[in-house]
């Protein structure tokens, strides 16, 4: 499908398929059980299931490469970023930095692995008498070759940080677009990390997730800034038009940014999430967590990890999470806190 507005729609697939500057994005919901005493998951829960490679759907959640706290055990990164979009649920964080946090729903997480960095991202079954859902998206931003070696650093967007632009169609039916990052009618997302991407408005870089109510229009503005890769997904809802192309849930959308798009959803609340920005245009050599310009710095970056492990383990456990009644906070390997 090509037409002025709309480059190519896809199903998507997992992980859903991104464009430069973009390398990866997941989107997560898991309707996990009541948890236990260690805010994990009781055995019966288990049977059946790939443990440490669990990435089916079984009984409405997976443990990913969890053994008994869902989630992701500490493993390295070198050379680009996550950002964690959390929307129901917790995730909590710790690193090889000494750095720690937990993050809820609303809450957005922008880490710079830069030269390199282990980190644990977990999903600690806080709630022992009701269900435990959480719903993500983990989305990967590449580094430009001049930053792939900046200091690790990870940043908090907490919910009373992130713009919520809303309007009103003739109808009155509403529209609610988070601005995690760029801007949106001049209401401007909070700084990300400082070496990002999109640190440089020139880079025109804009994450956003955006909910239609019932039969909803809404129009997306074009871009001010040329020669970016703008990609919506439609991950949730009954159907929508995207610039008159009737879709169903799990397509996504490559868009002429140059061009303004309507959205007109379907009967039910309808999610998409945004991502856009100024490609990097420069080679991508990767593997597993590893994001450089070369073979020979993927060599180097598996090298300097069995050196250094990136500054070790400094937590007790390999699926690591806080205290139960902890909350939501941030605690910086600077020595700055958080608490939220």
């Not at 009373?160 to 632009?165: A, K, Q």
């Not at 993927?298 to 699926?319: C, H, L, M, V």
Request: hydrophobic fraction near 35%; charge should be negative; glycine fraction near 8%.
């Amino acid at each position: 499908m090509k037409t002025n507005k709309i480059i190519q729609i896809k199903k998507m697939g997992f992980p859903w398929e991104t464009q430069d500057p973009f390398l990866f994005c997941a989107h997560h919901r898991d309707e996990y059980p009541e948890g236990d005493e260690q805010m994990g998951l009781a055995d019966n829960h288990l049977v059946g299931r790939n443990m440490g490679q669990d990435f089916v759907v079984k009984d409405g959640f997976r443990m990913y490469h969890g053994s008994h706290i869902p989630g992701f055990p500490y493993h390295p990164h070198r050379g680009f970023e996550t950002i964690t979009i959390n929307k129901e649920g917790f995730v909590d964080h710790t690193d090889s930095l000494g750095a720690a946090g937990r993050f809820g729903a609303g809450d957005v997480q922008w880490m710079t692995a830069g030269k390199g960095i282990q980190h644990s991202e977990m999903f600690p079954m806080v709630h022992q008498n009701k269900k435990n859902t959480l719903e993500i998206f983990q989305v990967w931003l590449n580094l430009p070759k001049s930053n792939k070696f900046v200091a690790p650093h990870f940043k908090m967007l907490w919910e009373d940080m992130v713009p919520e632009v809303t309007s009103k169609d003739k109808e009155g039916r509403k529209t609610t677009v988070n601005v995690i990052s760029g801007s949106l009618n001049e209401i401007n997302a909070p700084k990300p990390t400082p070496n990002s991407w999109a640190s440089n408005p020139e880079n025109g870089v804009s994450v956003m997730t955006i909910k239609l109510e019932p039969n909803a229009i809404w129009k997306l503005p074009r871009t001010i800034i040329k020669e970016v890769n703008r990609t919506l997904y439609f991950y949730s809802g009954e159907s929508i038009k995207v610039a008159g192309e009737k879709l169903t849930e799990y397509h996504l959308v490559k868009l002429n940014p140059e061009e303004e798009i309507e959205l007109e959803n379907g009967s039910k609340d309808g999610y998409l999430l945004l991502l856009q920005g100024k490609p990097i245009n420069e080679p991508v050599a990767q593997y597993g967590p590893f994001v450089m310009n070369t073979e020979a710095e993927i060599q180097e970056a598996f090298s300097d990890y069995r050196k250094t492990q990136f500054g070790g383990w400094p937590w007790p456990n390999q699926e690591q999470v806080h205290e139960r009644e902890k909350g939501r906070f941030a605690f910086h390997s600077d020595g700055t806190k958080e608490i939220k």
